[in-house]
């Protein structure tokens, strides 16, 4: 079975701070994703990593940076967290497949808080 | 600008009975599409997909339509169960997209014992 971890089930920032939440995948997927899923919006990227140290944004990077330096983990950044970052946050891996559009598997999600 | 749409934020159906949830999109480019079954306080789960050279795909109660020229498709359940209450994202994806998808913003199902 593949195994989507996420660092924190829930989370509370204070404005201004630093965060950083860890993914890790099991299943040595090259493929790696960071969402945010909230009310009325659905699930939208943030960035995503095809490979150790790649990343590619999303449709909505700003305020958010990411790190892949080993092929299992995936970390979320948000430089300087801000109310409007108040979200649940689900980190998804694939595999390249050959030529096949592969499943993507998702982690319990982050709920972040920031006040 | 919303390429994947779902213009039923919610559905309910009466167990046994068929469910019929469904999806809207705007972008050419996509050639496959998924749903995924979210429960509370969980991740997203695959559910079924089909490729754009179908127009139909079934497994078990479950069976995904595809209208490529209206960009539509559909999620049927028949017979709705209780346990399938949860929220649905419609997804797509296009070829050379390094597995990039594209989610609708959901429907969330109940099924009434």
């Known amino acids: 079975d593949v195994k989507v971890t996420q660092s924190s089930r829930y989370l509370v920032k204070r404005t201004g701070e630093k965060v950083f939440l860890e993914c890790v995948q099991d299943?040595?997927?090259?493929?790696m994703f960071w969402y945010r899923q909230d009310p009325g919006l659905g699930l939208r990227l943030i960035y995503f990593s095809y490979d150790v140290k790649m990343k590619e944004k999303g449709d909505i990077p700003e305020g958010y940076s990411v790190s892949r330096e080993k092929k299992e983990r995936f970390s979320l950044i948000l430089e300087s967290a801000s109310t409007n970052q108040t979200s649940m946050y689900l980190c998804?891996?694939?595999?390249?497949?050959?030529?096949?559009?592969?499943?993507?598997?998702f982690g319990p999600g982050t709920r972040l808080l920031v006040l | 600008d919303q390429q994947v749409k779902q213009n039923s934020p919610s559905l309910s159906v009466q167990e046994g009975r068929i469910s019929i949830l469904n999806c809207d999109y705007t972008n050419s480019m996509f050639d496959y599409f998924l749903w995924y079954k979210k429960y509370p306080a969980e991740g997203p789960t695959f559910l079924i997909s089909?490729?754009?050279?179908?127009d139909k795909n079934e497994d078990g109660r479950f069976t995904v339509f595809l209208n490529k020229s209206a960009k539509h498709l559909s999620l049927h359940i028949v017979p709705s169960q209780p346990g399938d209450s949860a929220v649905y994202f419609c997804a797509a994806t296009s070829a050379g997209g390094y597995q990039k998808v594209t989610f609708g913003t959901g429907t969330k199902l109940q099924v009434i014992p």
């Open positions: 299943m040595d997927h090259e493929n």
């Open positions: 998804a891996s694939s595999s390249s497949g050959q030529g096949e559009r592969e499943t993507q598997y």
């Open positions: 089909i490729s754009s050279i179908k």
